[in-house]
């Protein structure tokens, strides 16, 4: 008797042990259970820690609860200016109702992917190329609002989206590197324009100064000079403005002008004198 009593017992306990093996549950930290009993959906979602189900009856399935990183593939497709591009994509997004997110969808990764994709689509049709490369920020909560509006009903919500690469043909890099060239080109020659107009204007504030004070030529010169001798030249190639050769003549023509040339009188013709005797004296003289 007492042998069939310790064996019952060690049978309930076996049975018992199996039960709360089958059972027995434990869910993580980051998870949420949801309880299915006999195909019907439990109210009541399971929060972490131990918990236990009808074995046979309950189905347990889990739901991860963290910040999922979805990888868009690259999508091709033409913008609205008419360039072909290639465009990916990342896309952040968390399980805010598991319940939900396992009945209503029966993937809850896989249509978000699709669902990000077709987005993606859709959003380098209508932006121009000049968005896609500058406006990157818009775009992504233009994304982030297309991909939203339709995983809410999914008990998904959308933490964000980034476009992580534009991708162009070599034609287009080309001309967007030609276009870069001549932008720069164009800068520097503005630039260069400008300088050349303030150089002009202090060249003629200098030339105005140099007219009042001649003597500064011979500075402005002898500077000249000495800046083409520093460099060790054989040949010394020296101007000589026509200002200086200018200043000199008037120089040279001042002392002229102060003293007066003397007036050269003509010389007198001596005219011959005729002698008005006669007779023996006037015959000798003419023998003279």
């Given at each position: 008797?007492?042998?069939?009593?310790?064996?019952?017992?060690?049978?309930?306990?076996?049975?018992?042990?199996?039960?709360?093996?089958?059972?027995?549950?434990?869910?993580?930290?980051?998870?949420?259970?949801?309880?299915?009993?006999?195909?019907?959906?439990?109210?009541?979602?399971?929060?972490?820690?131990?918990?236990?189900?009808?074995?046979?009856?309950?189905?347990?399935?889990?739901?991860?609860?963290?910040?999922?990183?979805?990888?868009?593939?690259?999508?091709?497709?033409?913008?609205?200016?008419?360039?072909?591009?290639?465009?990916?994509?990342?896309?952040?997004?968390?399980?805010?109702?598991?319940?939900?997110?396992?009945?209503?969808?029966?993937?809850?990764?896989?249509?978000?992917?699709?669902?990000?994709?077709?987005?993606?689509?859709?959003?380098?049709?209508?932006?121009?190329?000049?968005?896609?490369?500058?406006?990157?920020?818009?775009?992504?909560?233009?994304?982030?609002?297309?991909i939203d509006s339709p995983a809410v009903e999914w008990g998904v919500t959308i933490d964000r989206v980034e476009i992580k690469d534009v991708s162009l043909p070599e034609t287009m890099k080309r001309s967007m590197a030609r276009q870069a060239e001549a932008d720069r080109e164009r800068r520097a020659r503005v630039i260069n324009a400008d300088a050349e107009l303030q150089a002009s204007k202090k060249?003629?504030?200098?030339?105005?100064?140099?007219?009042?004070?001649?003597?500064?030529?011979?500075?402005?010169?002898?500077?000249?000079?000495?800046?083409?001798?520093?460099?060790?030249?054989?040949?010394?190639?020296?101007?000589?403005?026509?200002?200086?050769?200018?200043?000199?003549?008037?120089?040279?023509?001042?002392?002229?002008?102060?003293?007066?040339?003397?007036?050269?009188?003509?010389?007198?013709?001596?005219?011959?004198?005729?002698?008005?005797?006669?007779?023996?004296?006037?015959?000798?003289?003419?023998?003279?």
């Amino acid at each position: 008797m007492v042998e069939e009593l310790v064996v019952a017992g060690v049978s309930l306990a076996s049975v018992g042990a199996v039960y709360v093996m089958s059972a027995a549950r434990v869910v993580k930290q980051y998870e949420r259970g949801v309880v299915f009993r006999l195909g019907r959906l439990r109210s009541h979602v399971r929060g972490p820690g131990f918990t236990m189900i009808v074995p046979f009856v309950d189905r347990l399935q889990k739901v991860n609860m963290q910040i999922v990183t979805l990888p868009v593939p690259a999508q091709e497709g033409i913008t609205r200016d008419n360039v072909t591009v290639r465009v990916d994509a990342v896309v952040y997004f968390k399980v805010t109702a598991p319940a939900e997110a396992i009945v209503r969808v029966e993937d809850y990764r896989f249509a978000v992917s699709q669902m990000a994709q077709t987005s993606l689509r859709s959003i380098i049709g209508k932006s121009e190329l000049d968005d896609l490369l500058s406006s990157r920020e818009k775009l992504n909560q233009g994304l982030e609002l297309m991909i939203d509006s339709p995983a809410v009903e999914w008990g998904v919500t959308i933490d964000r989206v980034e476009i992580k690469d534009v991708s162009l043909p070599e034609t287009m890099k080309r001309s967007m590197a030609r276009q870069a060239e001549a932008d720069r080109e164009r800068r520097a020659r503005v630039i260069n324009a400008d300088a050349e107009l303030q150089a002009s204007k202090k060249l003629a504030e200098a030339a105005q100064q140099m007219e009042d004070t001649p003597s500064a030529l011979q500075l402005r010169l002898l500077q000249t000079v000495v800046a083409v001798a520093a460099e060790k030249n054989s040949t010394l190639v020296l101007p000589f403005p026509v200002e200086l050769l200018r200043f000199l003549e008037r120089a040279q023509q001042g002392p002229e002008v102060a003293q007066p040339r003397p007036v050269q009188q003509a010389p007198q013709q001596q005219t011959p004198q005729v002698s008005s005797q006669t007779g023996p004296q006037a015959g000798q003289q003419a023998g003279q």
